[in-house]
């Protein structure tokens, strides 16, 4: 059950990131962040009295160690959509989705074990998502290229640090609060941290002028709201190293949505990437 909470999460995530990347086009990326958190915050606080879960939210061990790693997982998401703000999905995808290689490396620093085929799955996993997300450079100014390319790849690499300490550390308050929790206070939090962020920069946050703005980030907070609790729940049931395998399959959703909706072609190292990311997640599954 753990890797199939994973793979939830991976779809959830997938499919949040491609509607995140088309709703920062049109109102930038600090706007998306603080509307999806608003209605993260909102359907995570129904979700808390349908469940009962909130309970749990009196737990001070459990708020501080929440609201620790869900800060760390919101600086991973700034520098990510920065990342691709700045520079090359090409090249800021497969970088940042090795997150996932973080939180296992952490996982199993920390005692975590796993038998020979799970290893196994976990590495074809890894190697399949850097090859499905890589794509070669198109033609154009080399000096330009080169400066974006080199500023997105730092934001890439931050983002990884930060994502896979994060989603390493959030198995603390899940087990302590659980998962709807868990994801609530770093909705509130970053609901309360963002305007305040955008105010130190004398930024106004910009709203959708349209109505399919407003669907497209009402998807972008309900879907990432569900991945993140999803990957919770998941590591109530397995190890770390499995959920996040599960889970990192949501670079090769974004990149299917990509070819579905957004009619972009895959090079044959891309497709060999996909196939070999699902035999990993099989593996890993069985």
Known sequence: MGAVWGLMAAFAFGTADYAAARSSRKIGVYS??????IVGF???SVMLLVTGEWRGIFSVRGIAAASLWMFVDL??????????????ASVVAPIASSFTVVTVILALLSGE???????????LTAVGVICATIARPAAGSRSDASSRLAAGALWAILASLLLGAAFF?????????????????GRLQASILLPAWLWLGKRRPEWPKERRGWLLVLAVG???????????????????AIVITAASLFAVVTLLWGVCLGKERLMRSQWFGVLLTFAGIGMVTL
């Open 32 to 37: 998306t962040l603080l509307c999806m958190q």
């Open 42 to 44: 909102v359907l995570l």
């Open 75 to 88: 600086l991973g998401i700034v520098a990510l959509y920065r990342g691709l703000h700045v520079g090359k």
């Open 113 to 123: 074990t796993v038998d020979g085929t799970a290893l196994l799955g976990i590495g």
């Open 169 to 185: 550390g959030l198995r603390t308050p899940v087990e302590d609060i659980g998962g709807w929790a868990t994801v609530w206070i």
């Open 222 to 240: 309900v879907l990432d709201a569900l991945a993140l609790t999803s990957y919770n729940i998941g590591l109530t049931h397995e190890r770390t």
